[in-house]
């Protein structure tokens, strides 16, 4: 396969931003991957492969090419690299102050056509766009974890977003072999402002006795049919993730229903973030 014609960068190797980086680099993309700390940059590159060959045993992508597609993602800890890119997804920590400096710095970096595009989960896409001098080329590309696996991404106009803009990233996301679906710019979007709550409310459940949390999400995996519980997701997506993103929901629609529980909040307050820590509302070896 021939590189695509778009050169693209992808900020953060975290869990989101590789996995961008591997749907790009699987459909024929060069993708420059940045990230702020050597080990956490070659973590991000060694999750890509590790990925990749698991996609090769399961007949998802051809062996042979899984050393060219692991090439294709071209690692640097000098955010200036992706100077050259025309389009760029940022996949940084879901905090309004750390994603308006990263798109400050970019948007001095880039060319002026180029698009810069966040891949936040609920931040208002209106509110990067006008810190930046490029506002009509600002757009919300909200992919979902696992990235590689998952087909949905929300595309989120802002109010300065151009046509031209929207167009030219639904066209990269169906390349990039994804379904997007057009959304417009409120708090949490569709995806979030819909699970979110559903979650907080679990945990509610859990903090005031109704039920234990292996009980709350028995009750969603057999009665709903949901491949997991809201509490498992949770512990999943990282609860410290899940805190932002209803705090993000309350200051934003200003809604007392939005408020966080606090069982959460002191679960994150403990270090309990899920999964990646080891310990949530379950607890995780290895």
Known sequence: MNPREHRLGVVGAGTMGNGIAHVFARAGFDVMLYEVAQTALDRGVATIRTNLDREAAKGKVDPAEVGAIHARVKPTLVLSDLSGCDFVVEAATEKLTVKQEIFR???????????????????????????????????????????????????????????????????LALEAGKTPVAVNDAAG????????????????????????????????????????????????????????????????????????????????DAGWLGRKSGRGFYKYSG
């Open 105 to 171: 710095e970019l948007d001095g970096l880039l060319a002026p056509e180029a698009i810069l595009a966040s891949n936040t989960s609920s931040i208002s896409i209106t509110k990067l766009a006008a810190g930046t001098g490029r506002a009509d080329r600002v757009i919300g590309m909200h992919f979902f974890n696992p990235v590689p696996v998952m087909a949905l991404v929300e595309l989120i106009r802002g109010l300065q977003t151009s046509d031209a803009t929207f167009e030219a990233t639904r066209a």
């Open 189 to 268: 979007f569709v995806s979030n402002r819909v699970l979110m709550p559903m979650i907080n409310e679990a945990i509610f459940a859990v903090m005031e006795g109704v039920a234990t949390a292996e009980a709350v999400d028995e009750v969603f995996r057999l009665g709903m049919a949901h491949p997991m519980g809201p509490l498992t997701l949770a512990d999943f997506i990282g609860l410290d993730v899940c805190l932002d993103i209803m705090r993000v929901l309350e200051d934003g629609i200003g809604d007392p229903k939005y408020r966080p529980c606090p069982l959460l909040v002191r679960m994150v």
